[in-house]
């Protein structure tokens, strides 16, 4: 199982920027998807899921109505569309499966984890 995050960088508040990652070694299809951040000095925190056909999405409360969680299962690739953002946003974004026993109610991530993509809120 690998997760190539890509789309990272530098943005000034209210800006924008869409993540993407491309997952390899399962089947893509089959599992709920997820995208979670490591903020400087923070425990890493679940951001968004997605359900295996994209019905159901799931967000913190702190990015709802700014983030969008997306699916392409054709292309083994999940997105997730960062708009107005905010320096809290700074962090390490990672991607990554269902763990065993996951749910969209009870969601945990397998123990697999790309590097991530650096995200910087700043002005």
């Known amino acids: 199982v690998q997760f190539e995050e890509s789309g990272g960088g530098s943005v000034q508040p209210g800006g924008s920027l869409r993540l993407t990652c491309s997952a390899t070694g399962f089947v893509f299809g089959n599992y709920i998807m997820s995208w979670h951040r490591q903020g400087p000095g923070k425990e890493r925190e679940l951001v968004a899921a997605?359900?295996?056909?994209?019905?159901?999405?799931n967000y913190a409360d702190s990015v709802k109505g700014r983030f969008t969680i997306s699916r392409d299962n054709a292309k083994n690739t999940v997105y997730l569309q960062m708009n107005s953002l905010t320096p809290e946003d700074t962090a390490v974004y990672y991607c990554?499966?269902?763990?065993?026993?996951?749910?969209?109610?009870?969601?945990?991530?397998?123990?697999?984890w790309g590097k991530g993509t650096l995200v910087v809120v700043a002005s």
């Open positions: 997605i359900s295996s056909l994209g019905g159901t999405i």
């Open positions: 990554n499966k269902e763990g065993l026993g996951a749910s969209m109610e009870w969601y945990h991530a397998s123990d697999f």
